[in-house]
């Protein structure tokens, strides 16, 4: 189940851009590069995409959003196994084949089709397929078969170590270097950077598995989640297409006692025909580096934190990363913008990886085994008795699980440096005509909404002409303005813009 690449690029001496690891953060941070024109290099030691261990299954409507920015947002959908519309429910149950608890639906913001709350709604996809998709996108950017050993950072540039599989090194000059390069992350070891945080003492064992007819058999309808809470073996349930194949989380189970096919028969409820695939033991950390950059060096995605994967937000946190340092460092190398600019990337993203991982540790909090009752697997009679308490528990305590647009869509950079006051938030999103956005209307640089014979419009595309900041105009009559960064995050609004965007982009 290995996807193969086209031939990896040859190694060049020298690089804008030198990106460590090409997992979806490193490979959205060239792609986001690559929509301004910058050149990169990913150093990435594997070969192919392996779907046996997905990790990541969700990808939220923002990062559907960012993938649309870049013109993959329908490759995506077109190749996923399971289409937006197939289902946005969430099933609680007491075993995959027994009965139902309660549901929970609109889940991860698979309901938002044509709503103008968001451009694109979330999407399930296993991790690789995304992976494949950005791999394709960075085209010969992409070095695999490579890994960075180490770098050395001084005023100009940086000098990274890199070795290939059968041992050959070599060094690659960069200009700058972003660290993509996971929980054992080299880059945040040579700036000096630590984790800070700590490791959940709950056991998990994930299995992807192979079960033929089992979807035939199921009560219960299509569903992201079959969560089911059998005191004797708690657990997630889901399908990675719509064919054979699914996967599955026991929770409270160490790898040493795990009996990979037992766990399957109890999750199902039924000693089903089941060929295991792959096992994946884990435990969930609650984890964000104590500073994210040097001068020259910046950590994304799990090199910068790592959160539990309750609520579906690890992988697209490390998306956001992506872009924010991406279009900040493509303003640095065109030259429109002073190096100054990049000091504001840990200032903006820290934060919100910080409140993603509490999020996600409150999700944590109320997982299968709390929910679970030993009546639920009684007759119908104690099932019953039971089952409205449950029911009342799992909606109090995993709506916001499965409904965290606030967190997704609402994140703001409100007090950043480069953020006028009373801004920062993501632009709000409406549909222009059928099939276009908002979104569609704003250039890959700065972008400014609203009505253009308000006074303050004028003085902005003077300042962008001097300061030579690529700039788009979207006249919308009547409305006011909004500043828009490439990242369409709005940087200013109001009537009066005085210096908004020399603040924008480091220069005030």
Not at 143 to 149: A, Y
Not at 197 to 212: C, E, K, S, T, Y
Not at 335 to 347: F, M, Q, T
């Amino acid at each position: 189940m290995d996807a193969r690449v086209p031939e990896s690029a040859p190694v060049p001496e020298s690089v804008p851009v030198l990106i460590a690891g090409g997992g979806p953060v490193g490979l959205a941070t060239a792609v986001e590069l690559a929509h301004h024109g910058v050149r990169s290099l990913v150093v990435e030691p594997r070969e192919t995409v392996s779907w046996l261990r997905p990790r990541a299954k969700t990808t939220s409507a923002r990062s559907m959003e960012l993938l649309r920015r870049w013109g993959l947002a329908e490759t995506v959908r077109a190749r996923a196994p399971l289409a937006v519309s197939w289902s946005d429910q969430a099933v609680f149950v007491n075993s995959l084949l027994g009965r139902e608890i309660t549901r929970i639906g609109g889940c991860f913001g698979l309901d938002l089709t044509g709503s103008d709350l968001a451009a694109e709604p979330g999407q399930q996809a296993p991790q690789p397929l995304v992976e494949e998709v950005l791999r394709e996108a960075a085209g010969d950017a992409l070095l695999t078969g490579w890994q960075v050993t180490g770098l050395r950072e001084d005023a100009d540039g940086v000098t990274v170590g890199i070795v290939s599989a059968d041992g050959e090194e070599r060094e690659v000059r960069a200009q700058y270097v972003v660290g993509c390069d996971g929980p054992r992350s080299v880059t945040r070891a040579a700036i000096g950077a630590r984790y800070e945080g700590r490791q959940d003492a709950r056991p998990n064992f994930n299995i992807v598995f192979r079960a033929p007819g089992l979807a035939e058999r199921m009560p219960h309808g299509p569903a992201v989640h079959y969560w089911v809470l059998n005191p004797a073996q708690p657990g997630i349930v889901g399908r990675l297409d719509l064919k054979e194949t699914w996967w599955c989380i026991a929770m409270g189970v160490r790898a040493d006692d795990a009996d990979p096919v037992g766990l399957i028969h109890n999750l199902v409820g039924a000693g089903v025909e089941v060929e295991i695939l792959a096992t994946d033991p884990w435990s969930a950390r609650m984890l964000l580096a104590d500073r994210y950059a040097s001068e020259r060096v910046f950590l994304a995605g799990d090199a910068a934190h790592q959160n539990p994967p309750f609520g579906g937000h690890g992988f697209n946190t490390g998306v956001g990363d992506a872009v924010n340092i991406g279009w900040k460092l493509a303003a640095v190398l065109h030259g429109w913008a002073p190096a100054g600019l990049l000091a504001s990337y840990e200032a903006e993203r820290r934060p919100i990886a910080a409140d993603t991982i509490e999020a996600a540790a409150a999700n944590m909090a109320t997982l299968a085994p709390e929910l679970a009752d030993p009546a639920l697997m009684g007759d119908e009679a104690e099932f019953e008795r039971v089952r409205p308490a449950v029911a009342e528990a799992v909606l109090r305590t995993k709506d916001s699980e499965f409904h965290s647009l606030d967190l997704v869509l609402g994140y703001t950079y409100e007090g950043s440096p480069i953020v006028s006051t009373g801004a920062g938030e993501r632009l709000p999103h409406r549909w222009l005509g059928p099939g276009e956005s908002l979104y569609d209307r704003l250039g890959p640089g700065f972008s400014l909404v609203g009505d253009q014979r308000s006074p303050g419009a004028a003085a902005l595309v003077a300042q962008a002409r001097e300061l030579g900041v690529p700039f788009q105009v979207v006249d919308l009559p009547g409305e006011p303005l909004a500043l828009v960064r490439p990242d369409q995050h709005v940087a200013w609004r109001g009537e009066d813009p005085g210096d908004a965007l020399r603040v924008a982009v480091g220069a005030a």
